[in-house]
């Protein structure tokens, strides 16, 4: 028997017929439901785009994008880009396209500093693309996602450690506000595997950004207590509103606070109560760094003069 | 003098030259001893879970955290061992300065003008232009040990209690002082660790004199030889002290 009749044959099985029938219809239509019009140019785009959490509940291009609905064969490709088609948003128009399903995130993200930059013509300021992803958003849970609650430092390094887009004069935001981060025990533990700590947006919240010099604002000094008393973090806390005011980003620069709390503007009854002590401590750091450098050099001194006693050839010296 | 009695005098040994044979020195009581292995066991479990966050760079940093049991588990360890130096501590000042019946000005443990001379002539020593200094009971430099861990133990123990209840503690203190604690407590830990492995290790472990180390951390004695050598002023006074009684068997 050739080989062509044993594939002959193949096809005259009526099972392998039937399978081959459901298959056909399999693949027609898993690729009707796939987004194929815009596909064949965008394959980057939608290829991130299934991995949104978005495109798993059913959402399509058209959802942000806007124009025809029916969208799935490439024949119609022009009637996608009609109507109301968007295309490629403007930064000031993207809460436009996520406030018709996420109002409350909207309105929040709206009183922040960020939208505020915004509007005051500064489209780089962070919109929620910028945190959530444009095409690849996932949801908070999950631990790929750029806004989950363990990546949101090095999310919101990406700008606020970008010293070129931090010193603009209309921002004038310290660079390092991720390094002195870093010093506390917050990411020391975060960065060892332990994700039950404060991250950027516990202290400063993730959609009501705000200046700590506003009074409504989570790191306004007499907002503090409340925030670190949240929910799930350091409960029950109680201390007075005005011993928090701390500088919590500023590890060596705690003498030179008086420089950057003028710039701020804030309530002089605790500028006085917030330097004193800060300027105090600055010098007792000092103080225990020279102590420590000086004791251990000394002392090993001491014991390699010991070891060279012991071998008798202090007569050198 | 109470303590500085001979406390065990052994078989007279075979050359027959001696009375008494090796006759053996008390250093530490038991008390001391003990007070000295707890600090040891928390000390070690300390440096071993606070180093890795000290310096988190570090590529051992990891390594240590996983073999602790992850983050969780090393500050465990960490507060619990923490607690029980700060137990250890108060114990300390409590049994010596209450219940040992001793004057406390008569402790030889304080600082004495003597050994501001006996550390110069330490170095004078060292250079090779003076006789190496005979110490009492302490030398400068076991006195120098002492009060280091105490004043560490000290600063350690208050700095690291704010750490563990900052929130608390910001009811007392401003919040620039419980950030200054973590500085001055890693600074600290810092010297701590650093003095213990180089100059206390060397002084009762690596040092020519007493390699492979100084069994009295284990037996609270020290032999004659060592008393001779080391704590020469001592000795003569106990052996002064032991005729005055008229114990005639260690006149030498």
Redesign the interface.
Known sequence: MSLSNKIYSLFKNKYTLILMVLLSIFIGVVSAQEDVSCYHCHTKVVNEFRNNIHYDKGFNCASCHGGAEKSNSSLISNTVMSGDFVGRPTRNNITGICSKCHVKETEDYKTSIHWDAIQKGHPEAATCTDCHGIHEIRAIKDPNSSSNHHNSPVTCAKCHSNNEMMSAWYYGIKADRFDTY?ES?HW??L????TLVATCADCHENHKTKSHTDPTSSTYPENIPKT?GKENC?EG????A?????L?HDKES?HTAELKWNKTGMDSNMKD??LG??D??YW??IF??I??TT??GF??G??I??????LKI??R? | MSRQKIIEALESNKNGERNMGEIYFKRFTFNQLAEHWAMIGTFMLLVISGMPLKFPDAWWSPVIINFLGGFAMRTQIHHAAGIGMVILGVYHVVYHVFVDKESLLDRKVWPTLKDAKDFWQTIMFYIGKAQAPKYGRYSWKEKFDYWGAFWGMVMLCVTGLIMLYPFQAMEVIPYAYVHLSTIVHTDEALLATLFIFIVHWWNVHYSPEVFPMSKAWLTGNLSEEQMKHEHPLEYEEVMRQMNEKGDKSFSR
């Not at chain 1, 806390?237 to 007075?240: A, I, M, R």
């Open positions: 870093k025990f020391r533990a960065d060892r595997g332990y670190c350091h806390v109680n201390f007075d005005k011993v928090a005011g701390g919590v705690l109560y917030f002590p800060f105090l401590a007792i750091a225990f760094k102590l420590t004791v251990i002392f090993t001491m014991v003069l010991d070891f060279l006693s012991r202090q007569r010296f």
